[in-house]
T-cell receptor, first 112, second 112 residues
Framework: AQSVAQPEDQVNVAEGNPLTVKCTYS??????LFWYVQYPNRGLQFLLK??????LVKGSYGFEAEFNKSQTSFHLKKPSALVSDSALYFC??????????FGAGTTVTVRA | DVKVTQSSRYLVKRTGEKVFLECVQD?????MFWYRQDPGLGLRLIYF???????EKGDIPEGYSVSREKKERFSLILESASTNQTSMYLC???????????FGPGTRLTVL
C-alpha cells in the first residue's frame, strides 16, 4: 500500500520567515501526491497536488511544493509565512481505488 | 466551487444509540468517502463509495455502516454508538479523475 510520513508533529516559525512542512512517501509506481490544510474546527481544504510534469507545484495561498523523486519527498513551502497560515497540514498519496492515504499531520504555528 | 455539506457540526449521543451522519455534495461526483480524524492519527478511512448503492470498506469499518441511495448523498451509520467512536467525522467527494477530494466541514461527535 502507498503511504506518506510527516516527520514533524509541529513546526514553529516567525512571521515573514520561510515555512517548510516535510513529507516523504512510499509508493509502487508513479506517485500522486497532495497537500491539504485544516484550520481550527474546519474541514480540510485542498492546497495543491503533484500528478506529473514540473517538479515544483504551485498552489493556493502562496504555497508551493517540490517533488523530489530521488529523495521520495514532497515538501510544502511558503517563502514568507503569515500568522494566518497557522493550521494543521496534511500530506496525502493516492492509493488504490481512488482512496487517499494521509499522514498524521503537522501543526504549524506562525508567531507574530 | 464544490460544496460538501454535513448535517451537523456538533453532535452528542448516548452509548448504545443509533447515530446517522449525513453528507451531501452538489458537484455530481462519483466517489464519496467517510473518514474519522483523531489527534496524532491523521485521517483514517471508514468507508467509501464509487457509485450509487456501491460501498467498500476502508481501513476501520468496524462498528459502522453506510448507505448511498442517491449519487449526491452518503450516510454514515453508527449502529450502536460507543465511547471510542467519539471523534471528528469528515466526509469527502471526488470525481474519478482527477482525484482531488473535497471535504465537508466535519461533524464532531461525542458519545457519552
Amino acid at each position: 500500500a502507498q503511504s506518506v510520513a510527516q516527520p514533524e508533529d509541529q513546526v514553529n516559525v516567525a512571521e515573514g520567515n520561510p515555512l517548510t512542512v516535510k513529507c516523504t512517501y512510499s509508493v509502487s509506481g508513479n506517485p500522486y501526491l497532495f497537500w491539504y490544510v485544516q484550520y481550527p474546527n474546519r474541514g480540510l481544504q485542498f492546497l495543491l497536488k503533484y500528478i506529473t510534469g514540473d517538479n515544483l507545484v504551485k498552489g493556493s495561498y502562496g504555497f508551493e511544493a517540490e517533488f523530489n523523486k530521488s529523495q521520495t519527498s514532497f515538501h510544502l513551502k511558503k517563502p514568507s509565512a503569515l500568522v494566518s497560515d497557522s493550521a494543521l497540514y496534511f500530506c496525502a498519496v493516492r492509493d488504490v481505488d481512488y482512496k487517499l492515504s494521509f499522514g498524521a499531520g503537522t501543526t504549524v504555528t506562525v508567531r507574530a | 466551487d464544490v460544496k460538501v455539506t454535513q448535517s451537523s457540526r456538533y453532535l452528542v449521543k448516548r452509548t448504545g444509540e443509533k447515530v446517522f451522519l449525513e453528507c451531501v455534495q452538489d458537484m455530481d461526483h462519483e466517489n464519496m468517502f467517510w473518514y474519522r480524524q483523531d489527534p496524532g492519527l491523521g485521517l483514517r478511512l471508514i468507508y467509501f463509495s464509487y457509485d450509487v448503492k456501491m460501498k467498500e470498506k476502508g481501513d476501520i469499518p468496524e462498528g459502522y455502516s453506510v448507505s448511498r441511495e442517491k449519487k449526491e448523498r452518503f450516510s454514515l451509520i453508527l449502529e450502536s454508538a460507543s465511547t471510542n467512536q467519539t471523534s471528528m467525522y469528515l466526509c469527502a467527494s471526488s470525481l474519478l479523475n482527477p482525484d482531488t477530494q473535497y471535504f465537508g466541514p466535519g461533524t464532531r461527535l461525542t458519545v457519552l
